[in-house]
């Protein structure tokens, strides 16, 4: 079991999730980040931290948001690991809950 990060990160990445990890299984990309799975241990600390509310556990995925199961699993073995808190995106707070954001994903 894993945990994923979904839509809603996308143009905000607010990074909070990243301070609690204990095993540092979030990568970063240029606006979104990713949980590596086989490195995640479960530990549910994540997902509460997260003001988008964009983590959710594998098995609470909502439907639509499936794909984004093996997204976490590609990217998180092309982009680099991150451990420390940043800056939000530029106008990660009019972004958050914006539907339809896959389209502005960065790779
Ligand atoms: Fe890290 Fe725990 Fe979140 Fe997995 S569930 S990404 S181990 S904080
Ligand atoms: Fe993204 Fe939420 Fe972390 S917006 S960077 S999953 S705190």
Redesign the pocket.
Known sequence: M??VVTENCIKCKFTD?VD????D??HEGPNFLV?DPDE????????PECPADA?FSEDEVPTEQQSFIELNRELSKLWPVITEVQKPEKDADEWKGKPDKLQHLKR
């Open positions: 894993t945990f999730c609690v990890c204990p095993v299984c979030f949980i995640c241990i479960d530990c549910s600390l994540c997902e983590i």
